[in-house]
């Protein structure tokens, strides 16, 4: 099931991706086509960072992965998984409980409370079982539109295309989007790329990312991507960066 998406027309003309073929989406579509093609060569497996054993732990993990390392949880999740493997056994525990095992991953208070009752309306309403449609995923607690697009991908292989912060901006350093919020670049990002390859992209620009894109100190020329699909605003910028200490330390001889 593909989910509706909100006011494509102006964010077709954003991303340059329309259905009528100007020379920028020729361009797009054929940055794109390269960019998914490295990124099948470079990671031809995808499998989840995120340990689980079911849509209800996938789910559980997800969440919990907000604003932390999906590493942090992966070292909590196999405690609270063995004390409440089942939405009926995370209903059951108070949110102070809850929060016990979580404690190492941020925002452990506010995530607790949240699986508490994500849990407790997994039993009332949808019969101990999480939902596999868009709709219903983000009226659970703690869910937003990025954990239900992971949950929908993951845990049920619908085609969806979840954007996190990393995307997002590997998208705008990329120049495949202009999108301002994850959301808006996760229209773009659907619209350019076909739909088979939604779920295995998401991963596949989360592996790139992390294996290229923390640096504190990176060249775009050096890079496998940016040295050709970045934009000429954000050579521009990067090569002012580089090129600031230079004029301080000549200024200073
Ligand atoms: S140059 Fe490479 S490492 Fe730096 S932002 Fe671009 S893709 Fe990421």
Known sequence: MVRPRAKTAARGARAGATAGATPRSLVLSEKAARIQALLDELYPETPIPLEHADPFTLLVAVVLSAQTTDK???QVTPAL????????????????EIAAFIREVGLAPQKAKA??????KLVNEHGS??????DELVALPGVGRKTANVVL?????????????HIHRLAARWGLSRGRTPDHTEEDLRRIFPE???????LQFIYFGREHCPALRHD??????????????????????????RAKAAASR
């Open 72 to 74: 942090k949880v992966n």
């Open 81 to 96: 998984f063995a004390a409440a493997p089942t939405p009926e056994a995370m209903a059951k525990l108070s949110a102070a």
């Open 115 to 120: 699986l508490r009752g994500l849990a407790e």
């Open 129 to 134: 079982k999480v939902p596999s449609s868009f």
């Open 153 to 165: 991908s993951q845990a049920f292989g619908q085609p969806a295309f979840p954007v996190d912060t």
């Open 196 to 202: 088979s390859a939604w779920n295995r992209l998401h």
């Open 220 to 245: 775009l020329a050096e890079c496998r991507i940016c040295s050709w699909a970045a934009t000429k605003k954000r050579i521009a910028d990067e090569s002012k960066k580089k090129s600031k200490p």
